[in-house]
């Protein structure tokens, strides 16, 4: 990735706690003085979010094909690259983004059935240098994810998976874990919100000492 800022994406099933860590981290790295940018996917800017809004509409849940998903996914990030995240990175900020390529490898890969040469060859068009510097996948038990999602109410067609969907989910980002151990760090996400705060301030702080 380009010199300048410093990107972080959360990764992680449903109800494994992003939002909420993400605004943590934010709290965090403000008050030591870092200036930072919270962006999400699918959506981040206008164009992105209209996708997102067609991708989540309930009138195409389980009506879109599983391609057609993908396609929109990388046509919402191409545009978020270009008017959110390279232009903050450029601008030597921290971008903090609620998923990001990791998602489309699990979701529409990895559970879906995509032909993962296919997103790899969308990855190198559109994601490019773009990569995050670190990734934090947020690990949860099924039965707790699963009670949290309940509680919140479903949002969209992948809060209404079943347990085989949750352990599907797990096990595609635990596998892009062990495969991407430099830049992809595993937080437990089983603990208090204090204590996997301050897992995530400690690998945070690491990834930013080591950047050049």
């Known amino acids: 990735m380009s010199q ?7 990764e992680g099933g449903e109800g494994v706690g992003k939002t909420t860590q ?15 940018v919270i962006t999400r996917e699918p959506g981040g800017c206008r164009f992105a979010e209209d996708i997102r809004n067609l991708i989540f509409a309930s009138k195409y849940s ?25 232009s903050a990175i450029e601008s030597n900020k921290i971008v903090l983004c609620d998923r990001y390529m990791d998602s489309t490898r699990v979701y529409q890969g ?5 032909d993962l040469s296919l997103i790899q060859t969308l990855e190198d068009k559109i994601v490019r ?11 949860l038990d099924i039965e707790t994810a699963m009670a949290r999602v309940s509680a919140r109410g ?3 067609h992948y809060d209404l998976g079943d347990e085989e969907f949750y352990h ?5 980002f635990l596998s892009i874990a062990k495969e991407n151990p430099i830049r992809c760090k595993l937080v437990d996400a089983n603990r208090d919100i204090e204590t996997t705060s301050q897992s995530i301030q400690a690998l945070v702080s690491e990834a930013l000492a080591s950047h050049v």
């Open 168 to 172: 599907s989910l797990r096990n595609g």
């Open 154 to 156: 479903a949002s969209n």
């Open 22 to 36: 993400i605004k943590a981290l934010e709290t965090h790295l403000t008050s030591h003085g870092h200036d930072v």
């Open 129 to 139: 240098q773009f990569i995050p510097n670190l990734t934090l996948i947020l690990d």
């Open 110 to 114: 990895m559970v879906n059935n995509v």
């Open 62 to 86: 389980d009506k879109l094909e599983a391609e057609t998903e993908t396609l929109l996914m990388f046509a919402a990030r191409a545009q978020h690259i270009k008017e959110v995240i390279a």
């Open 4 to 10: 300048g800022g410093f990107f972080i994406s959360f």
